[in-house]
């Protein structure tokens, strides 16, 4: 099938570019001997993250337990699951995964770490659990070297679990002294950081001036997106997810209507003037959405599109766009070779 | 099942408010003799379209073709698609829908009505189509009661199509002047408006004073949330969606992360302070938010949630946030009722 025959708005991949941003990070972050851990919160989809994976990855980062059950169903065998896992039920579906695929997590306080050995123990696998820390990203993550190294005394003493690194997002040249100063306070205990697990997708041509770090994770790399062009580490060209959408209004001399608003596009803005690039007429400007149409301003575009042109657009943030589909097509020039489920969207938490 | 056995995130409708919501516009806009045809947008679960219908809707309004095909496979006999809809594939689509159930749909240029004439010449029935005009709302819409006419009488002159009246979005005190205007110059074609369909759910308790309006389109007024409340047509205590999630972290005294963030609750501002206000801390400030995590300053609150503890939120805009998840909880006095999927969410444009 021609791209052409598709209804709009869908979202399609270009695979040339897909191919070459996974060839890409890969080739960098082998010459710098860092291990390539991609998130796989990006895609959502089993098939990218089985590419990722024969590209050189060592295995796969997700941000929630339904994502990695649906990675682990696909046979995915190393999974890092980036967040705190806490409640029972959710702590029996992470044994239930910890049984048949390997499985680390990560922590940022007592309370979550008590939880996980309550629900390892018993368990004949230990579970990997590395403690995560705040690099000025200021989400979650242990605020000092004393808390992260008073976190790991816990892990190595809690049943059913073991110490496996240290974790943060993103990676920054605060990632080296942090890590080196809680190296220093668990000499005395004689407890080894041997993971130091890094992540971002803007930084990461950056990855290996921090030198600590020993993998990295990045996510958005894959498709890019106006954010990664506008922070330097990705063209518009390298971008290879789009959405095409129709003009199906021109109420104005100077103002176009699409047929894809914030539920296609989400309202992501991430200090970017408006919500996406118009291949076709780049100095069009998405300047407002509604649910189902897109606000598109004319007036600095010589030609103008008319109703029932197709556009092609560059999203701001192609991981929640990704969320919003149920299918990504995979295309080569301009063939449909492959339409993906974005399987694990809408995966419980 | 009890509400708190549920896992979080998860988006709960609470039944009586829902019923309260549904009960309260039909009786305000049967007093003043207008039609309710409420927009289903909001919540794409066709249990409550019927919920409305049995109350007293004349019909219901949808936005996308796949939405207006998953509500006529559940029995809906009469829906207005209130867009453009261009292209050989979707106006197919259309007709299909036409020949079994009581379709209508707005045009706003004479490309969409030769489009949709072209596709309904052959059909035994005519397609009735509305004249889409702008009140101010800047979307879609002719700008003029002269383009107003001039459609009108393309409409009537085209084969397979009935002109049906006028639309606009959102109705308001610029409505009556338009539609006196355009009305004052078909009468010399013999041309009768007959339905003239306004919407919103912030003006709903205004409609009945656009006297020229016959029929209303309301969607979120069956959910609610922080948005109209702000507009003054809800209280906070007639929002019948929230979202639970759980403190995953707690990183210092005065922030705390949830395990939602825009893949849960969407990244739509709408002018308000926030990504939605906690009931249980009415004080904290859902202030940024991570595709998973939702970042909360606790520093006015006197008492702070702990790590592990469940917070109700309600979210800016209930009409993305119920796109964003695959079923939604109905739910009575903290049993979980009914469990609805979201049926029409990420149907086909």
Not at 177 to 187: A, N
Not at 194 to 222: D, F, I, K, L
């Amino acid at each position: 099938m021609h791209i052409d025959e598709l209804e709009t708005p869908f979202a399609a991949v270009d695979l040339d570019k897909l191919e070459a941003n996974i060839a890409g990070l890969q080739r960098y972050l082998d010459e710098h001997g860092i291990r390539n851990r991609p998130h796989i919160k990006t895609h959502k989809i089993p098939e990218i993250a089985h590419m990722q994976i024969e590209a050189g990855a060592v295995g796969i980062s997700c941000q929630k337990l339904g994502e990695a059950e649906v990675m682990a169903e696909a046979g995915i065998r190393d999974i890092l699951l980036t967040y705190n896992i806490i409640g029972e039920a959710k702590l029996q579906r992470l044994m239930s995964l910890a049984r048949r695929t390997r499985m680390s997590v990560t922590a940022d306080s007592e309370f979550t770490v008590r939880g996980l050995s309550a629900a390892a123990q018993g368990e004949k696998i230990e579970l990997a659990v590395l403690v995560e820390f705040d690099c000025g990203g200021q989400r979650c993550g242990v605020q000092s070297p004393q808390e992260a190294a008073a976190l790991t005394r816990l892990i190595n003493a809690s049943a059913g679990l073991r110490f496996s690194g240290l974790m943060t997002f993103p990676s920054n040249d605060q990632t080296d002294p942090f890590v080196r100063e809680t190296r220093e306070m668990l000499k005395g205990d004689g407890l080894e950081v041997e993971c130091v697990s890094g992540g971002g997708t803007p930084n990461m041509w950056q990855a290996h001036t921090a030198t600590e770090v020993t993998e990295h994770r990045a996510g958005t790399y894959v498709y890019g997106d106006r954010h990664i062009v506008k922070s330097g580490a990705m063209s518009l060209d390298d971008c290879a997810l789009t959405v095409t959408t129709t003009v199906v209004s021109r109420p104005t001399a100077d103002r176009a209507i699409l047929d894809g608003g914030s539920k296609t596009f989400s309202s992501d803005l991430l200090d970017l003037d408006g919500y996406g690039t118009i291949i076709e007429y780049p100095e069009a400007r998405m300047y407002a959405q509604s649910e189902e149409h897109g606000h598109v301003d004319l007036s600095a575009c010589k030609d103008k599109p008319q109703i029932g042109e197709r556009l092609t657009v560059i999203p701001n943030h192609c991981c929640v766009v990704s969320n919003l589909f149920n299918q990504i097509h995979g295309v080569r020039r301009g063939r449909v070779e492959v339409t993906w489920p974005v399987a694990a969207r809408g995966a419980l938490q």
